[in-house]
């Protein structure tokens, strides 16, 4: 129990593995971290990032991994989505496969071989 401000009362635990769990209670604001189960409702893992994607040639669809900065407890869903001014003109289409608990596969697919950010989210 910890509560150093003098408004919140704080709960953690962190084991002798990666995981930790800690749940922070302040005036009209609660947090949950880490994975965590409150009366049956696993609260969400969710990351985040971008990645850039250079075409190996033109109308070609071209692969790059990406590993997720902390493994998921399972296969999350991944949604990409391409940064782009030209979308269904130069950029044909991304996309996701391959997904695990550690990483996936983002690909892009366009009419020249322009460097393409690829935006991601992963929610398990």
Not at 19 to 47: A, C, W
């Amino acid at each position: 129990v910890r509560g150093t401000d003098g408004l919140s009362i704080g709960l953690g635990w962190t084991g002798g593995d990666d995981y930790e769990t800690s749940l922070d209670v302040r005036p009209k604001n609660v947090s949950i971290r880490g994975e965590t189960k409150v009366q049956g409702f696993r609260v969400p893992q969710v990351q985040r990032g971008n990645v850039t994607i250079t075409p190996s040639a033109p109308n070609t669809p071209t692969a790059k991994l990406v590993t997720f900065p902390k493994e998921f407890y399972g296969t999350p869903i991944v949604t990409v989505s391409a940064r782009s001014s030209v979308p269904g003109t130069a950029v044909l289409g991304v996309s996701t496969n391959e997904a695990t608990s550690t990483s996936f596969n983002a690909w892009v697919t366009r009419t020249n071989i322009t460097d393409t950010i690829v935006n991601w989210i992963a929610v398990y």
